[in-house]
């Protein structure tokens, strides 16, 4: 899948943006993993709790860098037609929070 398929909007991640991103979601990969292990182990629940805020603010992180690189697009060239308009961004941006 491409990172257009991906953001659905023509948004072209800043190499390093697209690197922050990838890391946090492959973080909250293993982190999710382990929160299924953990289950399956029957692990105390204070650790399965701790693994999963782990992988939920792993989630909002990427969430929030694809929003801000959209966002840094938007202001470099805001006439674009194939942009993601403003209220689009602000409403993705209020359903992370």
Do not use: W
């Amino acid at each position: 899948m491409s990172d257009q398929e991906i953001a659905g909007s023509g948004l072209e991640y800043d190499p390093e943006a697209k690197r922050k991103v990838i890391n946090r979601l492959r973080r909250a990969h293993g982190q999710l993993a382990a929160v299924i292990t953990a289950i399956d182990e029957d692990a105390h629940c204070r650790d399965v709790v701790q693994q999963l805020a782990a992988v939920s603010k792993a989630l909002d992180r990427a969430g929030f860098l694809v929003i801000s690189s959209a966002l840094r697009q938007c202001l470099a060239d805001p006439d674009s037609e194939d942009g993601t308009k403003s209220e689009e961004l602000e409403k993705l941006f209020l359903s992370l929070a």
